[in-house]
């Protein structure tokens, strides 16, 4: 006797279809796993064998194969234990095989048929919904998650037992509770921060058009600081990007099985990342640090001691917004929509421009070549953050995280309505059309920008990019055309306001 029922294999952040056929058949006694398997797959024929004596079931001493199809697609994990094992009980007639015909099926099996949870499961949740599947059996605590897609009738059981009680109609349908969000981490504040006050205008204004931001500074004098206080200030996620946010994370194993992530990523990995580490790929391809801070940010430490490597491979994803991994002949696309976000030293002392510097020539030079200038070019601000002044140090905060974050808020407000028929979310992710019919400029800030340009201080894209700025700058000022002062603070916050002046002269 055969059956057939549906399962997933996880292919980047999405999950492609996978049809698990038993056929239990006369012979020596055998089972083979068939499919383009990798080692997990391969090894779940013992477990499935014990989950299946341990739950009181009958193991058939026949032939038994099992093809998991289509065969070109690489399945990798644990996850297929449970749709053989139940794939083998319908076969066999010891569980009805009707109620398998719209149901798919994910989950790890134990030697004792305990249902264990598996990454991915909101991605295969989507799926199962968008290719016509009516409900979802898997590990309970995953139920929560795979219940964000609301049109999904999701089962649970915790043991293989329970869920052929579940498939025979003897039990009700478990479903989790409704989606809720998870609970956010208390953020550091903008109060704690004194002086600073270009570094923190330069703070809003990333956040508000999701700008990629640059911080040059001695040791110590609050670039880190900044950084980590950004998502406080940042606007809060709309639900297409938390269940973005939240599918990302449940690939990467990052998701404990909750409700919807609703705090914004922020990602700060270490100086010694591997060029995969950073914009994903590996043996087996897995989600990077720019894609898991997808929606959110990527803050990068002390950046002039990241191995060149890790940096050039920041580049494309920095500019399309996503990175194609290829891997034996197939393509995973992973997401890489964050704000970079980065602090340097200006000399290997650390004190560069200071009586303090001890760096010869050849010490800055070396230093300059760690960051090459079309990975400088992505970046929109570039800000000095200075040694702040004792007097700054005993002063008021300049601004709180709530004052800022209303400013965020309302200009994240104007961009959604002016982007809501394109593709782009924030002014940062305009495209030189979006850029030529949002970003109007007036004649007097084209004469601005134009002399700039024309002295070979900015490139195509870099000019490109001080419009976006200036466009986030109106926005803050509630001003819907682009007016000088605009394009000067943004060509300022690129270093280039000496440029910008005679330009205006």
Do not use: W
Not at 49 to 66: D, H, Y
Not at 110 to 122: F, H, K, W, Y
Request: proline share 6%; net charge positive.
């Amino acid at each position: 006797m055969n059956t057939a029922l549906t399962t997933f294999a996880l292919h980047g952040i999405d999950a492609r279809v996978v049809t698990v056929e038993v056929d239990v058949s006369r012979g020596l006694p055998n089972f083979v796993i068939v499919g383009l398997g990798d080692r997990a797959v391969r090894e779940a024929r013992e477990r499935v064998r014990a989950a299946i004596l341990n739950s009181g079931f009958e193991f058939p001493q026949k032939r038994i194969v099992v093809n998991l199809a289509p065969a070109h697609v690489r399945k990798v994990g644990a996850s297929f234990d449970l749709p053989i094992a139940c794939g083998i009980l319908a076969a066999s007639a010891q569980i009805p095989a009707t109620d398998l015909a719209r149901t798919a099926v994910f989950g790890e099996l134990s030697l004792t048929g305990e249902v264990r949870p598996c990454a991915g499961t909101l991605a295969v949740a989507e799926a199962a919904h968008r290719v016509g599947i009516d409900a979802l059996l898997l590990a309970p605590e995953r139920v929560e998650e795979a219940a964000l897609i609301e049109e999904l009738e999701v089962r649970g059981a915790g043991d293989l037992a329970g869920i052929a009680e579940v498939l025979r109609g003897d039990r009700s349908d478990v479903r989790g509770p409704a989606p809720r969000e998870a609970p956010r981490a208390e953020l550091p504040d903008l109060a704690d921060v004194r002086g600073q006050h270009e570094a923190l205008e330069a703070l809003v204004i990333a956040a508000a058009g999701g700008h990629n931001l640059l911080m040059s500074g001695p040791p110590g004098a609050g670039k880190t600081m900044l950084a980590r206080r950004l998502p406080s200030i940042m606007a809060p996620m709309t639900r297409g990007e938390a269940i973005e946010v939240t599918r990302i994370h449940s690939v990467a194993g990052l998701h404990s099985g909750g409700g919807l992530v609703a705090a914004r990523p922020f990602r700060a990995p270490h100086h010694m990342i591997s060029p995969s580490g950073l914009a994903g790929g590996g043996a087996t391809p897995r989600p990077g640090e720019a894609c898991l801070a997808h929606n959110g940010v990527l803050f990068l430490d002390e950046l002039s001691e990241f191995p060149r490597s890790s940096l050039e491979a920041l580049r494309q994803p920095l500019e399309d917004g996503r990175v194609a991994i290829v891997r034996g002949q197939q393509s995973a696309i992973y997401p890489t929509q964050a704000m970079l976000v980065a602090a340097t030293n200006p000399c290997p002392c650390g004190h560069g421009g200071t009586r303090r510097c001890q760096c010869t020539e050849a010490d800055l030079a070396r230093h300059r070549r760690r960051l090459s200038g079309p990975l400088l070019d992505r970046i929109d601000l570039l800000v000095v953050v200075e040694r702040p002044s004792s007097a700054a140090l005993r002063g008021q905060p300049a601004m709180t995280s709530a004052q800022a974050r209303d400013r965020v808020v309302a200009a994240r407000e104007r961009q959604r309505g002016r982007l809501a028929d394109t593709a782009a979310r924030t002014n940062a992710q305009m495209d030189a059309a979006l850029v030529r019919r949002f970003a109007a400029l007036s004649p007097k800030a084209e004469r601005v920008l134009s002399g700039a340009y024309d002295q070979g201080r900015l490139s195509a894209r870099g000019r490109d990019r001080v419009v976006r700025v200036a466009r986030t700058i109106a926005d803050l000022a509630a001003r819907e055309r682009i007016a000088p002062a605009d394009v000067l603070k943004a060509l300022g916050l690129r270093q280039e306001i000496g440029v910008a002046h005679e330009g205006a002269a």
